[in-house]
């Protein structure tokens, strides 16, 4: 599956997480838009009309759970995948983000490839149903 054409919008409040997996998406040749602050995330969504969010679990103000039932419940695309990224214990996470409503979980600390793998499962999902 080729990555030309598909667009990720990023969330995470860790500037060099931020940047570093953006930079890696970017490489894989996805549209990458970023959001460091949680409040620009519907906005971004409305705008940018990304086929996947990546979306930070641990952020500050809210948690991603919380975010990602906000997005469902209040974004017309059911196409689009949200996908939960956290360093978090994943046995606890696996759970909280399939009764959010999330489309997957991601672990942080994963090996690029196995980053790029998992969002290209994840699209290609999306792109069957």
């Known amino acids: 599956m080729s990555t030309a054409g598909y667009s990720i919008l990023l969330v995470d409040d860790e500037p060099f997480i931020l940047s570093a997996t953006a930079q890696l998406l970017r490489n894989a040749g996805y549209k990458v838009h970023a959001c ?22 641990n952020m500050p103000a809210i948690k991603g759970d919380e975010l990602c039932r906000i997005l469902k419940r209040n974004t017309n695309r059911p196409e689009m995948q949200i996908v939960i990224f956290s360093s978090e214990d994943e046995s606890d996470l696996v759970d909280i983000t399939r009764r959010a409503g999330a489309d997957g979980y991601i672990r942080k600390n994963v090996a690029g490839h196995v980053l790029l793998q998992s969002i290209q499962a994840r699209l290609a999902t999306s792109v069957a149903s």
């Open 36 to 57: 460091e602050q949680w409040t620009g995330v519907a906005a971004a969504v409305h705008t940018e009309s990304p086929d996947l969010v990546l979306l930070d679990y």
